[in-house]
């Protein structure tokens, strides 16, 4: 046989051996002794006749169901004392839905206030450019070609008309 025959060979005999011993703790919770001393195993509670002292072991946090023995009346107040109410609410988990819609909520107001100073720095940028377009002052721009252009009365009445809707809808 090759090497890589006889690993997959010991892969299974060990995924086998770990699925027997996990349904066979699984199978048997309850284990107790009979009157007659024999031990029972069980994933069932013993019947009632079978007395705690009897019990030698039991699942995690199981309790006798209706076929064991009623708890006396002292210890079952404190034992329902002691048990938390379920509140139907997680803490843990509001807690982190709290801070995701906090961080977003955060998240958000940066996002505004980053486009309402950009939407003033434009209003500002504009105004500024209207000013001086109004000013009379002799003005020039590049073309694509990269030659200087002059501005004449219509091309400064466009740049005006231009400027003036950036301030209309930077400026509110």
Do not use: H
């Amino acid at each position: 046989m090759t090497s890589k025959t006889i690993r997959y060979i010991l892969a299974l005999a060990f995924g086998f051996s770990v699925l027997a011993l996990a349904s066979t703790t699984a199978l048997a919770q309850w284990q107790w002794v009979e009157k007659d001393g024999r031990k029972i195993f069980s994933d069932r509670a013993p019947p009632a006749e079978i007395q705690d002292k009897d019990i030698l072991k039991r699942p995690a946090g199981a309790m006798r169901g209706a076929a064991g023995p009623a708890l006396n009346a002292a210890s079952a107040p404190s034992q329902r004392a002691s048990a938390p109410k379920p509140t139907g609410k997680d803490a843990e988990l509001e807690a982190k839905k709290k801070k995701a819609d906090d961080d977003e909520a955060a998240r958000k107001k940066a996002e505004e206030d980053k486009a309402a100073k950009t939407k003033a720095d434009n209003c500002e940028r504009a105004k500024t450019g209207l000013a001086t377009l109004q000013s009379g002052v002799r003005m020039s721009s590049v073309n694509a070609k990269g030659e200087r252009e002059v501005y004449d009365d219509a091309k400064r009445d466009a740049e005006i008309k231009r400027t003036q809707e950036v301030i209309d809808a930077s400026c509110k």
